[in-house]
């Protein structure tokens, strides 16, 4: 379906889409050239990079024998193996040397290898410090105890930009993008599994970023566990650009008056499934970039994110007063305005999520060095929507 929507109106920010940091501006030294066996991240260290949702894992997947590993259940996995230092590495402190020649781990996780035994010197426990000369031995032994798997299945994706290091996914409507609680199967990693079985050697199937459940749009994806990292990196500087979408309660006047919303938000005191704003939260800057008004209480608005804290479009409308038609958790009865119709009354009271759709995407391709911009238009529901709300809408 398509509609012919009233014409938008820039607003008078300090960040317009246009003047948005491009990547590439702000990751001229970004390292490139990443060994492809770069260090393997922790769930925790993942989180702290990735800048939306946090999602409780809680993942199970039938091991080679056929049984089912249940959440929280590990897997041993024994390590013994020996390195002979080169000249060329002669020189070389133990734990830089390791973070070479065992690159599947962390410098840290080394040295605390190296302090406790696991990783011998010359067969002797030495600090992390020590030089190594040529002829040295590096010996590691030790279990790792690797968290269970989630499982592959066949569930249809839609891929909106693809090479060999990057991949985005238009993820609709009701799709949960990591298994947890209540949501063990079908996720959105569930079906890159089954899609794309090399993602299974990577955190989180090579996700990058999250959006919500009833949230639709664009997610991007690392193929390879270096591209992963630098992505995730670029997200941690701010210098991945993603723009919304969204139909928001209120007039388009008024909307003009706040661009940039910078308000801390944390987690709410009593309704630990809500967030809010707060003095004591997290830094969170939303901009608000276009306007498009629909009728005199409804627009569509073009939203960038300068940060990706939990829920952090919602509740920033939410806070001035412009929630998101459909939001029940922070819109509720204020989406319902004055001087509406009865179609309109119901197509609001009706739309059975939050209209808020990630359409831009913009990113400094690990490898390349390219600016890549990947957009997905509005999906059809929001569109018919829009429709409604716009009709007989004349704006002068």
Known sequence: MTTNFPKKQLLDTDMSAQELPMPNELLNDHQRALDEQTPDMSNDEFDELVADDIVDDEDEYEDSEGSVVVAGQAVPVVIDVTHTVIEDEAGLRIDKLASKVFADFSRAQLQGWITDGSLLYNETVQKPKIRVKAGDVLHLSTTLQQHSEDQPENIDIEVVYEDD???????????????????????????????????????????????????????????????????????????????????????????????????????????????????????????????TPLNDNYCLLDVGLETGRTHQIRVHLSHITYPIVGDRVYGGRRQLRAGLTEAQRQAINNFPRQALHAYTLGFVHPTTGEDIEVTTPIPEDMQQLMAVLSEGYDEE
């Open 165 to 291: 290091d990057v991949l985005v996914i238009n993820k609709p409507v009701g799709m949960v993008v990591h298994p947890g609680a209540g949501n063990q199967t079908g996720t959105l990693v569930n079906a890159l599994l089954y899609h794309y079985p090399q993602q299974h050697h990577l955190p989180r199937a090579g996700l990058v970023h999250r959006i919500d459940k009833d949230t639709s749009g664009l997610l991007l994806i690392g193929k390879t566990k270096p591209t992963q990292m630098a992505l995730m990196e670029q997200l941690k500087d701010k210098s991945v650009y993603r723009h919304y979408q969204c139909v928001v309660a209120g007039d388009a006047a008024s909307l003009l008056r706040h661009r940039r919303i910078d308000a801390p938000i944390g987690r709410h005191r009593n309704q630990r499934t809500k967030m809010t704003v707060m003095t004591a939260g997290r830094e969170a800057v939303t901009h608000l970039l276009n306007v």
